[in-house]
């Protein structure tokens, strides 16, 4: 008999030997959390995402402990204002709720890489990520001025990194031009490089207060039928001065992040696993039909197997929660 000379089981004999060989690891510093801020007194659940929230500073406060408890280094932080308008101004205003997370967060957590999302379709009142003509045409270079301004603020408050999530043209060099002119040389820039108008956002808006009140972002955000483009959009923001280059949303998109690993390999490369993405999930999960927290741990890992460094993860905390040896 002609017995197989190599036999792959071998190595999958059991755990602490699949152990051994197992190549892609997730740990606790792949993940960044996402944290809503809302101005007002109540914590909201959003139905769409069992277990995330809108919550008010104070409760904002102690989630973004709890997380740094937990050992993540990192959370990316989004606003709910108190009043929308067509230049979307409490992105940028001082006493804003999304300037003051900012400053309280990192006063009270100064160790805590504190990121926060640049856009202002949370802010507009006609929900599109910056200025629109009268047609409803994102106007690109007048909200690059405003996006300016909003980094300058949320630098000033304390962010550790601005993440310009528009995918305006020329966003990243705009902001690191204005972060350089006012002494926010070390801020870091994670640019959302390749941004597809996805429908996995739908529970996000649905948590921001972020759609659009007419049209699309498609004028904006990437085709998802495209890969190559992203390849151009990612080289742009390199040479514009991005740090961290971001491709969201991440499941769907695994070649794109393979793509970029192999392309950029000396990019810190993050990937947004979104707000749809996680919905799924949890209803598949809570009707019995797949299990959480193997499932969960599938998932991450793939993103961080296609070439992620950093994940992006509404189930951050559960993942380390599960996962403490
Ligand atoms: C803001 C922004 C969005 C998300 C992150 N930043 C929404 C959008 O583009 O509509 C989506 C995140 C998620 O779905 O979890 N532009």
């Known amino acids: 008999m002609n017995f197989p ?10 755990q602490h030997i699949r152990d051994i060989v197992r190549q892609t690891c997730l740990n606790v510093n792949d993940f960044m959390y996402p944290i809503f801020v809302t101005y007002e007194n109540q914590k909201k659940p959003i139905l ?30 989004f606003g709910i204002p108190s009043k ?17 997370a900012i400053r309280e967060i990192k006063d009270y957590l100064p160790d805590l890489v504190v990121a926060a999302d640049a856009c202002f379709c949370e802010y507009t009142s006609h929900g599109h990520c910056g200025i629109i003509d009268k047609n409803g045409y994102l106007l690109n270079d007048e909200t690059l001025e405003l996006l300016k301004k909003e980094a300058c603020v949320y630098a000033k ?5 601005i993440a310009p999530s528009g995918m305006i043209d020329g966003m990243v060099s705009a902001i690191r031009n204005a972060l350089d002119e006012n002494n ?10 390749a941004k597809y108008a996805s429908n996995f956002y739908g529970p996000f808006r649905e948590a921001a207060g972020s759609t659009p009140a007419f049209g699309d972002r498609k004028s904006y955000q990437m085709d998802y039928a495209n890969a190559n483009e992203a390849l151009k959009e990612i080289e742009l923001d390199i040479e514009e001065g991005a740090d961290i280059i971001m491709i ?3 499941l769907s998109y695994l070649d794109i992040i393979k793509m970029a690993k192999d392309h950029y390999p000396f990019m810190p490369l993050a990937g947004y696993s979104v707000s749809g993405e996680y919905s799924f999930i949890k209803a598949a999960s809570q009707l019995g039909w797949v299990d959480e927290q193997k499932i969960v741990d599938e998932v991450l890992t ?4 296609a070439g992620c460094d950093i994940i992006i ?13």
């Open 157 to 161: 408050a304390g962010a550790d990194i």
């Open 48 to 77: 769409s995402m069992p277990g995330i929230f809108q919550l008010p500073l104070e409760e904002a406060k102690k989630e973004a402990k709890e997380v740094y408890s937990l050992g993540i280094k990192s959370i990316i932080l």
């Open 84 to 100: 929308k308008d067509e230049l979307g101004s409490c992105a940028y205003d001082e006493n804003g709720i999304i300037v003051k």
């Open 302 to 305: 793939s993103i961080k197997r």
């Open 184 to 193: 926010f040389k070390d801020t870091i820039i994670m640019a959302y490089s």
């Open 248 to 250: 969201k949303p991440a």
């Open 5 to 14: 000379k190599t036999r792959p089981r071998r190595l999958r004999k059991n």
């Open 313 to 325: 993860t509404y189930f951050a905390k559960d993942w380390v929660k599960n996962n403490s040896f």
